[in-house]
C-alpha cells in the first residue's frame, strides 16, 4: 500500500514519530509549514498557538507537493493543541478533504497535556469519515521507549489492515 504522512511539527516530537512511522510503512513524508510561523518558546508558545487551534484557523501554508493520487493511505500527524488538531493540519484537511474521501486516513497524535481523543473527534468531523487507525504518543522525542516503537508498529499494522 502506498502511504504518505502529512505533518506539521513545532518541536520535533510529531517529526520524531512521523519519521519512525514512515519507516515501517515506507511512507513518502510531507512536511506542512504555516507561512507565519507559531512561536517556538515561552508563554507565547502555547497562548498563540491554543487560540489559533481553538479558533479553528486555517493558516496559509508554505506551497507543499501532495498528490492524493499517488497514494492509498495518507496519515495525518500533529502535536495536540488546546484539545484540538493544530491549524496547519486544518488548511491541509480542508484543501484536500474530497481527495481525501476515498483513502484509508489515519491520525498520529502526540502531545504533552492530553486531549488526543477530542481532537481526534474533531479530525473526524472535519474529515466527514471515520479514521482507520489512531495513536497518540506522549512526547516521543523527548522519552524514546521500546513501548512507543511497539505502539507505532501497532498503528502501522492496523494502518494497513
Known sequence: MRTAIVYYSLSGNTA?????????????????????PYPVKGLAKFLHGGKSAAAGEEPELVPYTFNAEEYDAVVLAFPVWASNIVPPIRTFVS???DALQGKRTAALACFMGGGAN????????????????????????????????????DFCEKLNG
Open 16 to 36: 520524531y514519530a512521523a519519521e519512525l512511522a514512515a519507516k515501517e510503512l515506507e511512507a513518502t513524508l510531507i512536511p506542512i509549514t504555516p507561512v507565519k
Open 118 to 153: 477530542k481532537a481526534f473527534d474533531k479530525l473526524k468531523t472535519l474529515l466527514g469519515k471515520n479514521l482507520s487507525a489512531e495513536l497518540a504518543l506522549i512526547d516521543p522525542l523527548k522519552k524514546p521507549s521500546e513501548e512507543n516503537a511497539a505502539r507505532i508498529k
Open 95 to 97: 484543501e484536500n478533504r
